[in-house]
């Protein structure tokens, strides 16, 4: 290989290839000098293979502080709590501040519990039979101004939840100093629907109508409130059957809200 010639000022010059003037050559320019020296054999087999490797939970390796369990998944049944408490870290000796994120625990489980909301099940049905023997109405639910075809009572109505369509918000659990803190604000959309039971004659007929009921600002510290908003307008003779069902309706999502907020709080 061709000899290149350096610096003559240098009293330790001595002629480099042209590789070697390359990399002096760079030196200069840059500020900086690199060495690459290819490995023998002999220091290969003493140093081992050390190309990066994949480092996997199993390998025995501690990759810091372990993370805190996430919470398991609610109980199917109203009021009882999670599997699993949580609780601080174990790192956490001195109770600092830990926030963990159950929005999507929370949002889950207030779908499950609104979705089965359905004032019938919960009425008794024999009383909705004697109701229902001393109401008679015309096929519009007008009244029957025939012999013995007066109407009694208002119409049987029941309301129910036929779809949770929206549950938006945030949900945490604050652990600070030994204590824990539930917060939660949700803002829920619900599709429900009243169904209101008449006598037509010697025939029992049903009517139902559709809406939507909206609770804003569902948190520990609101009262559950909601509003319930129909599709169409509700015939006047079954305005007083369908306002009880939507007052039975909000009590029980009030009340399947309030159980959540306790399953929620023994997390």
């Known amino acids: 290989m061709k000899k290149a010639p350096v610096d003559k000022g240098n009293d330790d010059a001595e002629d480099y290839d042209e590789e070697d003037s390359k990399i002096i050559s760079e030196t200069k320019?840059?500020?900086?000098?690199?060495?690459?020296?290819?490995?023998?054999?002999?220091?290969?087999?003493?140093?081992?293979?050390?190309?990066?490797?994949?480092?996997?939970?199993?390998?025995?390796?501690?990759?810091?502080?372990s993370p805190a369990p996430a919470p398991a998944a609610a109980n199917t049944q109203v009021g009882v709590?999670?599997?699993?408490?949580?609780?601080?870290?174990?790192?956490?000796?001195?109770?600092?501040?830990?926030?963990?994120?159950?929005?999507?625990?929370?949002?889950?489980?207030?779908?499950?519990?609104?979705?089965?909301?359905?004032?019938?099940?919960?009425?008794?049905?024999?009383?909705l039979a004697a109701e229902l023997g001393s109401i008679t109405m015309t096929s519009e639910g007008g009244e029957d101004g025939g012999a013995g075809h007066t109407a009694k009572q208002q119409p049987a109505a029941y309301g129910k939840v036929?779809?949770?369509?929206?549950?938006?918000?945030?949900?945490?659990?604050?652990?600070?100093?030994?204590k824990k803190r539930h917060i939660f604000d949700l803002t829920i959309d619900l599709e429900v629907e009243v169904e209101v039971e008449y006598r037509e004659g010697e025939e029992v007929k049903s009517k139902s109508y559709k809406g939507t009921l909206k609770l804003t600002d569902a948190s520990p510290t609101s009262n559950y409130d909601s509003t319930v908003a129909f599709k169409k307008s509700i015939p006047s003779q079954f305005t007083g059957s369908v306002n009880k069902a939507v007052s039975d309706l909000q009590r029980h999502v009030t009340n399947t809200m309030k159980a959540f907020e306790l399953e929620f709080k023994n997390m």
Do not use: M
């Open 162 to 178: 036929t779809k949770v369509s929206t549950v938006e918000g945030d949900a945490h659990i604050v652990l600070a100093r030994g």
């Open 29 to 65: 320019k840059k500020g900086y000098c690199y060495f690459n020296r290819k490995l023998s054999q002999e220091e290969n087999s003493l140093i081992g293979d050390i190309t990066p490797k994949t480092v996997s939970a199993t390998a025995g390796v501690s990759l810091g502080p």
């Open 81 to 127: 709590g999670a599997e699993s408490k949580v609780e601080a870290s174990s790192w956490n000796h001195a109770g600092t501040w830990e926030e963990r994120d159950l929005t999507k625990v929370a949002k889950d489980r207030v779908s499950e519990l609104l979705g089965k909301v359905d004032t019938k099940q919960s009425a008794d049905t024999s009383k």
